[in-house]
């Protein structure tokens, strides 16, 4: 996240500069499916491997003890299993769809960045067209017990998350994710650059979401207006509420917040 956080403001010129790097050719690869596909896959699990080193040294460090959300600590071999599965569904299922996507969709490559204020306002409007859509589809899918059982059930095998389990999920819920993503970047007309931060901001969510662990920097104690760590495990621990996966303004309009002391 401090990566993201630098590229927002760092500046016009380090925006450009990384866009130049990005233009010179390179832009070629962002066409690409399988780059994509595979950057997507790997920035998971480089997000993830913080926290897997935590569930490791968690049991042999006391402190850490204190920032777990539950009791549970997840051993490597389920970590493997999970990074295991998802390569597979990536590979039957999110592959072939970003090719038809890719093929289907036509992007315009600028040669200059967007400002820090027009990347950061794009990334937030995605953010918060994402969480919208995605609130919608999550309720609908809670509330019908066939779309439950045949999309999303397989996610909420991990009663205790942890943050590969972010995309723990179905070939058709995967799908359905990047939908919402690709729409929501479409919707806002997004400079290529931008859409790029949304994604990698938009995967660290995610993984911060299913962590498992709350900080004290963690950004729903910086930000109240996200819900965080314990806000999506009380989902997961209840099947209920919570259904948003940013922020709270929807679960508090619609009455299914659930409150944070519920995953106690």
């Excluded at 920035?43 to 913080?50: D, E, G, V």
């Excluded at 967007?114 to 995605?126: D, K, L, N």
């Excluded at 589809?137 to 998350?161: F, G, S, V």
């Excluded at 004290?216 to 509420?241: D, S, T, V, Y």
């Amino acid at each position: 996240m401090t990566v993201v956080f630098l590229l927002f403001f760092g500046g016009d010129r380090f925006l450009q500069w990384i866009w130049d790097f990005i233009y010179a050719e390179r832009h070629l690869l962002l066409m690409s499916p399988h780059f994509s596909v595979c950057a997507a896959f790997s920035t998971h699990l480089i997000f993830s491997a913080p926290f897997m080193l935590l569930d490791v040294f968690s049991p042999h460090v006391g402190w850490l003890q204190k920032y777990r959300l539950s009791r549970e600590v997840v051993g490597l071999h389920r970590w493997f299993r999970c990074a295991t599965r998802i390569l597979w569904k990536y590979i039957v299922g999110v592959l072939p769809f970003t090719a038809l996507f890719v093929s289907l969709r036509r992007t315009h490559f600028p040669e200059r960045a967007p400002s820090s204020f027009h990347a950061f306002r794009e990334c937030v409007s995605c953010m918060l067209i994402f969480d919208t859509l995605f609130f919608i589809c999550h309720y609908t899918i809670h509330k019908i017990p066939w779309l439950y059982h045949n999309i999303h059930r397989i996610h909420h095998q991990n009663r205790d998350t942890f943050a590969l389990a972010a995309q723990d999920s179905s070939i058709s819920e995967l799908l359905s994710l990047q939908t919402l993503a690709f729409t929501s970047a479409m919707l806002v007309g997004c400079h290529p650059f931008s859409e790029i931060l949304f994604h990698l901001v938009n995967t660290w969510m995610a993984v911060e979401d299913h962590c498992g662990y709350e900080f004290p920097w963690a950004l729903h104690r910086l930000l109240p207006c996200f819900g965080g760590a314990p806000h999506h495990l009380a989902h997961h621990q209840h099947f209920k509420g919570n259904f948003a996966p940013y922020f709270r303004h929807w679960d508090y309009i619609f009455g299914t917040s659930l409150p944070i002391s519920a995953n106690e």
